[in-house]
């Protein structure tokens, strides 16, 4: 079981270009999140999705745009990239359901735009 | 709103030399209190939930204990393996679980 995997492992961009960071995973997990870390910052939400078909923001998602189109996938599109989209994103998943549940994370990619 | 600090930022420790992390929190109500390990270059890894004050979990030389203003991560022991950033995330009743709100983390060095 892989769980979750995201691609690519990293990419550099110009500013201004569009991207699409993939997320995938098997757990069938009907939750799934982007996040994007950066230094001193912490991890901060930028989309989330509770189930397929539906998509919601989270604290940061301006410039951003995400799709559910089934359980597994998890595209993030970033339209126009800009510098300050540069940094690490990690797509997660969880089951949800009970009071609270679990998240679980992929192994990360790697953005820089210049 | 609901908050997470952790402290210290980064502690160094000798092998073998047991120490605690801390992560305190201000929530609404608790629903959960999540630990996870994180090591350079990759992606946090899952180590406990926590649910009410009182409660503890132990996973090998780490133990989590919970009250109703903080969480303690106690390492007994430590080896360099050990040595990753450890990150607590609070889940509380106001939302869903999108509602997860991170610590900056401790970064922990172990020296042989």
């Known amino acids: 079981i892989a769980g979750i995997t995201q691609a690519p492992t990293s990419q550099i961009l110009a500013a201004g270009r569009r991207m699409t960071l993939r997320c995938t995973q098997d757990?069938?997990?009907?939750?799934m999140y982007w996040y994007r870390q950066d230094l001193g910052l912490g991890l901060r939400l930028i989309h989330y999705?509770?189930?397929?078909?539906?998509?919601g923001k989270g604290e940061v998602p301006d410039g951003y745009s995400v799709s559910r189109a089934n359980t597994d996938d998890f595209p993030l599109t970033l339209a126009s990239a800009v510098p300050s989209q540069t940094s690490v994103y990690f797509c997660?998943?969880?089951?949800?359901?009970?009071?609270?549940?679990?998240?679980?994370f992929g192994p990360g990619t790697r953005l820089t735009v210049l | 709103e609901d908050q997470v600090t952790q402290s210290p930022e980064a502690l160094r420790l000798q092998e073998g030399e047991s120490s605690s992390l801390n992560c305190s929190y201000t929530?609404?109500?608790?629903?959960?209190l999540f630990w996870y390990r994180q090591d350079p270059g990759k992606g946090p890894e899952f180590l406990f939930t926590?649910?009410?004050a009182g409660e503890e979990k132990e996973k090998e030389r780490l133990k989590a204990t919970l009250t109703k203003k903080e969480s303690f991560l106690h390492i007994t022991a430590p080896k360099p393996e050990d040595s990753a950033t450890y990150l607590c995330?609070?889940?509380?009743?106001?939302?869903?679980?999108?509602?997860?709100?991170f610590g900056k983390g401790t970064k922990l060095t172990v020296n042989p």
């Open positions: 997660a998943s969880s089951q949800r359901g009970g009071n609270t549940d679990t998240q679980y």
């Open positions: 757990m069938r997990h009907n939750a």
């Open positions: 999705s509770n189930t397929a078909g539906t998509t």
């Open positions: 929530v609404s109500g608790l629903r959960g």
């Open positions: 926590l649910y009410s």
């Open positions: 995330a609070v889940h509380g009743t106001q939302g869903g679980s999108e509602k997860l709100v």
